[in-house]
């Protein structure tokens, strides 16, 4: 035999059986795979096909038809039933039984009463942000200002028991200082802010009118700052007067007028999404002693800025807020620790385990700038006010150096 033959006689014992000790090699499929040679005819016979039994296999598809035939149709004649006549029948029908009412919407969203920010066909909801067109724009933030950051985190050493949240923003270069500006904290009376600018807004869209009256009730008198609460029953108040109170006196009475002006908490809030803010809401009318109301220090910066936004306010509006705000008469957080002969612009809040201040600072050498301190603190701890100051003249000498 040539050798070539031998080598192609030795492959296929290889593959189909072993010639050295007689035993066999399990073959691959061969079924479906046209490429593949046949079996070798030893192979074939050591390896007979089973048999299959064909009326058992038959059998027991019958037996599980009818299983499975019984199963639906023991759903079909209890569960089904069940299902009309308790949903779909009343859906299509009259109720059999009318005197139970159902609330789907209250079942379905259980808190939507009473945590919403808008309104949609005088019906409550949840809305985000504005994100694609915001109607404010957002700052440009460009350097970290490492020098505030690094003193700031210093002077956060020697007060153990605060926790703060701190922004700077420079109007010439863009440069910010970021301490936790991104926390949510309570708001306090600087929620009074976003309702000053949605006030504004109604003014521009001719909603309202800064020389509507409103008439003083039980209904809006609220404890805490400002004196309202002690004026006479069925005293009437023009809105102007209750937006220049809201902010210099931080008068809460004045700040639930507004706001049920405008269409209550959930119109405020519907306006804060238009603008793109996203973590700043009101909850609580106030006063808000539980702290419920929230704000970051980043969102508030960002509607200092756009306050002088021709595209989001007008000038006359500017000048408004800009008098409200130069005559707030608690000066003693952040323009505490100003230099003399700077000006600033701003409103403070303070329930207590909360205290804070934001505003606009103008520099006697023409610098610029937003600043944003809000603290937690132990409830009523001079603490909280000794870390504003101090942190106020730490951001105020970086600035002017």
């Known amino acids: 035999m040539p050798e070539l033959a ?72 209890t569960v089904l039933p069940f299902g009309f006549n308790r949903v779909t029948k009343s859906m299509i029908f009259k109720s059999p039984y009318p005197e139970v009412k159902s609330d789907f919407k209250n079942e379905g969203y259980p808190t939507i009463g009473y945590l919403n920010n808008h309104l949609f066909n005088n019906i409550p909801q949840f809305r985000g942000a504005q994100i694609k067109k915001p109607l404010m724009t957002p700052l440009v933030e460009n350097a970290h200002m490492v020098g505030i950051e690094n003193g700031i985190k210093s002077l956060m050493a020697q007060y153990p028991t605060i926790h703060p949240s701190v922004f700077v923003w420079d109007y010439d270069t863009g440069h910010f200082a970021d301490i936790n500006a991104s926390e949510q904290f309570s708001a306090a009376s600087i929620i009074k802010l976003p309702v000053l600018l949605q006030l504004f807004r109604s003014i521009e869209a001719k909603q309202v009118s800064l020389y509507d009256e409103m008439t003083l009730t039980d209904y809006y008198r609220a404890e805490g700052s400002g004196g309202l ?55 609580t009318w106030l006063p808000d002693l539980g702290g419920t109301n929230h704000t970051t220090a980043r969102d508030l910066a960002t509607m200092l800025y756009n306050i002088e936004n021709p595209e989001f306010l007008s000038m006359s509006s500017r000048e408004k807020i800009f008098d409200y705000m130069g005559h707030v008469k608690n000066n003693r957080l952040i323009q505490a620790g100003l230099g003399p002969g700077a000006s600033f612009l701003h409103k403070t809040g303070d329930i207590g385990k909360m205290l804070g201040d934001a505003g606009i600072v103008y520099a006697p050498d023409g610098k610029k700038y937003i600043v944003v301190i809000l603290v937690n603190r132990p409830y009523n701890s001079v603490a909280g006010k000794d870390f504003i100051v101090r942190a106020s003249e730490i951001i105020y000498n970086y600035m002017v150096k």
């Open 229 to 283: 609460q002690f004026k006479a029953e069925n005293s009437k108040y023009t809105l102007d007067y209750l937006a220049r109170v809201m902010i210099t006196d931080s008068d809460n009475s004045a700040t639930n007028m507004i706001m049920s002006k405008l269409g209550s908490m959930t119109d405020v809030n519907q306006g804060i999404r238009d603008w793109g803010i996203k973590h700043t809401h009101v909850k």
């Open 6 to 77: 031998k080598n192609y006689a030795k492959r296929e014992r290889y593959y189909y059986g072993n010639i050295y000790n007689h035993t066999t090699v399990r073959p691959l499929r061969q079924e479906g795979n046209p490429f593949a040679a046949p079996y070798p005819q030893s192979v074939q016979k050591l390896r007979p096909r089973p048999k299959v039994n064909h009326k058992k296999v038959n059998r027991f598809n019958l037996i599980h038809r009818c299983i499975s035939i019984a199963v639906m149709l023991a759903i079909g004649c």
